[in-house]
């Protein structure tokens, strides 16, 4: 008993106590805030499709048909995939202002969450490619150096080195890769629009797909967006992370400038 008491008053004990709770309190929160998303997921997807479909019939539905099927004048987005959805609409692509145009990359004037909703819908009517997962486009651990093997090779006699942009010989041209984001640039290989090949799995690996991915955002002569990035951990541990270091930090912060404090009375009370 006296032992326990005697531990209890050492400082290291409750520097301890503060971390062990700060870990329980971390790891319930990841455990709830985990559990609700997986539990609503089902039915967010319900109400994302029907969203999806009448946002659809408003924006796309003239060209592409009232269930997507196509027209004579686009084609069928049946098995076109999330993919292709995001991809052109998130670069601007989609809706198309009219028919011939040249489909540019321009400002979008959807919100994200619109375009997931169209997106959910085209993929309910018949799969296909899906928009890539935050680790499928995660670039931690990539080979940039085989990235520009593989982009000189499969890309550049279009796009140019370094994703510059390079003229086509029929007059039409490849764009610029400065401003795709890796998910785009995922999707553009996974669909291929308009006239550049499919690079499915098969032809080039999801690795390698990363590999190209990070020698071309690397190597682009414009400043990163900045942010900072926890690799492939995910939201689930940035939160934990975030609670148990920002939140324990400030914590320990105070219990260090209290214990001076203590010691400087101490050492006060002492030489009087
Ligand atoms: C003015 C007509 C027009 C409108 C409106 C339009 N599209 Fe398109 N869309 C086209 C044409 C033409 C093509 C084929 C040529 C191309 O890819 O640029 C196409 C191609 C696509 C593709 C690529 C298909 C593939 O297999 O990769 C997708 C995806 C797409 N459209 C989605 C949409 C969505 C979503 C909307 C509404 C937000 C929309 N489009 C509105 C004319 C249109
Ligand atoms: C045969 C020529 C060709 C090849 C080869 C090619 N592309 Fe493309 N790519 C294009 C064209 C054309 C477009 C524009 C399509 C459009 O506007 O709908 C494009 C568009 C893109 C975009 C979208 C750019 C943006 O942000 O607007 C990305 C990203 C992309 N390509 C990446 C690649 C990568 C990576 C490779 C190699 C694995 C590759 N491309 C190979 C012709 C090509």
Redesign the pocket.
């Known amino acids: 008993m006296s032992s326990i008491i005697s531990r209890r008053r050492h400082p290291a004990a409750s520097y301890a106590a503060v971390a062990g709770g700060l870990v329980v309190a971390g790891v319930l929160y990841s455990a709830f805030s985990g559990g609700g998303a997986s539990a609503s997921s089902a039915a967010s997807n319900q109400t994302q499709v029907a969203q999806g479909q009448a946002l659809f019939v408003e924006s796309c539905s003239s060209c592409h048909g009232l269930d997507a099927q196509g027209t004579t004048q686009a084609p069928s987005l049946i098995g076109a995939g999330s993919a292709a959805v995001d ?2 609409m998130s ?1 601007g ?1 989609m809706p198309a202002k009219e028919l011939g145009a ?4 321009k400002p979008s004037d959807f919100t994200p969450a619109q375009i997931a909703d169209i997106a959910a819908y085209i993929e309910s009517l018949g799969g296909g490619p899906a928009i890539p997962t935050t680790n499928q486009v995660s670039t931690s651990g990539a080979n940039t150096g085989l990235g520009e093997e ?2 000189s090779t ?2 550049s ?3 140019g080195f370094a ?1 510059a942009g390079g003229a ?1 010989t029929y007059g ?6 400065n ?2 984001t890796p998910t ?2 995922y999707e ?2 996974l669909t291929g ?5 499919v ?1 499915g799995d098969g032809t ?1 690996t999801p690795a390698e797909k990363k590999d ?1 991915i990070a020698y ?1 955002t690397d190597t682009r002569a414009e400043a990163n967006p900045g942010g900072f990035s926890l690799g492939r951990t995910g939201t689930t541990t940035e939160g934990l992370l975030g609670w148990l270091g920002g939140l324990g930090f400030l914590v320990l912060i105070a219990m260090w400038l209290t214990a001076k404090r203590r010691d400087h009375l101490k050492a006060e009370s002492e030489q009087s």
């Open positions: 991809f052109q670069t692509r040249e489909n540019d990359r593989l982009f499969n890309c006699q279009c796009h994703g086509l039409k041209s490849a764009p610029s890769l401003a795709s785009q640039i553009a290989m629009p308009e006239a550049m090949p690079f080039i190209i071309v």
